[in-house]
């Protein structure tokens, strides 16, 4: 049996739920259970557990099957970091909503771990850089 190999392309497929505001996908991308943590830039606490999760990307406004927007995300400097069953992806986030010419950024790490069918993201910390 060879050892698991983290594919970068997860890290654009998180990216493009943000892109798309497409919920199921959150799904497919998280920890499916209670102990996948998620801190926001937006909100205070640790949101803890996939329910909680998904319900917090409700609030961003995502939607089953995603929806046609005008905000966009993006990362830059990413570096991917594997240690066997685990990854640890750290980036700068920049965000910019429709119509507005002011970007947000701030750095982000998203922890992964190998779960039954692959990588999952575990972790997720995001921080505001002042403007």
Known sequence: MSDPVFDPGLVDAWV???????????????????????FSSEK?????GLEALLRHHEE??????GKEQSNKLWLEDVQI???GDSAV????????????DKTQKGPVTLVYVLAGDGFRIA????SNYQS
């Open 60 to 65: 961003f406004g995502f939607v089953e099957g």
């Open 123 to 126: 972790h997720a910390n995001f």
């Open 16 to 38: 493009a739920i943000w892109n798309s505001y497409d919920l199921s996908k959150v799904r497919e991308l998280f920890l499916d259970d209670s102990r996948v943590t998620y």
């Open 44 to 48: 205070r606490g640790v949101v803890r």
């Open 89 to 100: 992806v750290t980036a700068i986030w920049c965000f910019r909503r429709g119509g507005s």
């Open 81 to 83: 970091d594997v240690f």
